[in-house]
């Protein structure tokens, strides 16, 4: 005996039970997987949130490194010289703080995120190596002028860094969004066309 012939000789009333057990399942299968997609979605987008937070913290850090080296050169004093270092390790410690995983962050973020810290590296060496010089070095002001130069283009790679996670957090948000407004009535009837034509063959 085939599903139709089987499905023609219930009752009506045991066609109303598996019509109700069918809606039944369909509910808590879209519950499940909306829940399953929820989770996914905000764990991305705080993930994202921290990381946006992170590029924040960078630039704030390049920010204070620039004021403080600025200072430290026109002073030479002590108390610059610690503020100056404490800075730096500030700055370290906030790109040292970014995520580099490829496959997490996208081809856009790992590559400004590469360019990021492979600049600061470069720019470090330029950096101590003009904070050891004497101001009296003939060039002394070409040198000082390249390594702000060199900084305030951290500073840039630094904002375009955050840019790009914002940019990319949106997508995620944009494609949630879509995701919350498609895939309940989707499931809704993937699951129960099949019920409905079954119960009225």
Known sequence: MDARNLWARLSIRRKTLVWLSALIFVLLSMM????????????ELRRLQENDT??????????EERD??????????????????AACDESEAALNALPDNYAILGEECSARTWNLKNGYEGY??????????DPGEPNYSAAYYRVLDMLD????????LGQATM???????????LSYVVLPPLTIFLFSFPSCRRQHL
């Open 167 to 177: 940019e990319q957090g949106s997508d995620i948000y944009r494609r949630t969004l």
């Open 124 to 133: 470090r060496e330029y950096r101590d190596a003009l904070v050891a010089m």
């Open 54 to 63: 992170r590029c924040y913290t960078v630039q704030a850090a390049l920010k």
């Open 32 to 43: 499940g997987i909306s829940a399953m997609f929820r989770n996914w979605a905000m764990s």
């Open 68 to 85: 403080a080296f600025v200072m430290l050169l026109r002073t030479r004093s002590q108390t610059d010289l610690q503020g100056y270092e």
């Open 153 to 160: 283009h951290l500073s840039v790679y630094a904002l375009r």
